[in-house]
């Protein structure tokens, strides 16, 4: 198995998996033509992809799915909620709607769901398994429930959103409702929450770490990799970090 991620930010989130004969992007915030240029770069086309996970209805997140799964012929797996909350015309003849709490496979991957505490209508993170690594997807959460602690636990590689620093954020420019918003218990957590996450973990298995989401306001690289880094032990370069333009390229488990 491996993965990448084609961008992960407020403007656009895109991460791909791979496993044997089967791709499954989780997330499609950005339209076909900029989907295909950004595929390009890790020498894939649309028509690769097989299917495309949803994690939830906002636009960073949401943007393109539909318009991509019409163009390129994805399979769109989302609850019924995120379904329900699309304000697109989301008619397409291959939509399946997914159990928050139920696994499922596709191709060659099988697909661990799970719920988060977000200000949407049922959202849901992943984790992905090949049956040799299982990788941990974790973006959009307000807090940390035990629930998403086990289901998290012993995973090969973590895709964690650390969106924002805490200081950065309450002395930032984000008017007080927004700032509300984003660091209350259905908004998004911040370095030291998922810092906190990792400590809860077993992990011995690790082999990524990657920080994701990070806001252009209110975070940098260097304080979402100190933090992640010295609960495991690690330099702060070890941890990977996902980009807005770039994202990351592939990695391996």
């Known amino acids: 198995m491996r993965f990448a991620s084609l961008g992960s930010g407020s403007r656009g989130n895109a991460l791909l998996v791979e496993a044997g004969n089967t791709r499954v992007m989780i997330d499609a915030g950005f339209g076909p033509r900029e989907m295909s240029r950004r595929l390009a770069r890790i020498n894939l086309a649309g028509e690769d992809v097989d299917?495309?996970?949803?994690?939830?209805?906002?636009?960073?997140h949401v943007g393109g799915v539909f318009a991509c799964a019409r163009r390129f012929g994805w399979t769109?797996?989302?609850?019924?909620?995120?379904?329900?909350?699309?304000?697109?015309?989301?008619?397409?003849?291959r939509i399946t709607i997914i159990d928050s709490h139920q696994?499922?496979?596709v191709g060659d991957l099988g697909i661990h769901p799970f719920p988060v505490p977000h200000d949407a209508r049922e959202p849901v993170q992943f984790v992905l398994a090949d049956g040799v690594?299982?990788?941990?997807?974790?973006?959009?959460a307000?807090?940390?429930?035990?629930h998403m602690v086990t289901i998290l636990d012993a995973c090969d590689a973590l895709v964690l959103e650390?969106?924002?620093?805490?200081?950065?954020?309450?002395?930032?420019?984000?008017?007080?409702a927004l700032k509300r918003r984003v660091g209350g218990p259905w908004g998004h957590l911040d370095n030291a929450a998922y810092a906190s996450l990792l400590a809860r973990l077993d992990s011995s298995r690790l082999r990524h770490v990657v920080a994701a989401h990070l806001s252009e306001q209110n975070n940098s690289p260097l304080l979402a990799r100190t933090a992640l880094?010295?609960?495991?032990?690690c330099t702060p370069d070890w941890i990977g970090i996902a980009t807005q333009s770039e994202g990351f390229g592939w990695r391996d488990l």
């Open 142 to 146: 307000g807090h940390v429930t035990s």
């Open 76 to 93: 769109v797996l989302l609850t019924h909620g995120t379904l329900s909350a699309c304000r697109e015309d989301s008619a397409h003849e």
């Open 51 to 60: 299917a495309v996970l949803v994690t939830h209805e906002h636009s960073d």
């Open 162 to 176: 650390c969106n924002y620093d805490a200081t950065m954020l309450a002395q930032g420019s984000y008017p007080p």
């Open 133 to 140: 690594g299982r990788l941990g997807v974790l973006t959009d």
């Open 103 to 105: 696994p499922f496979s």
């Open 229 to 233: 880094s010295a609960v495991l032990g």
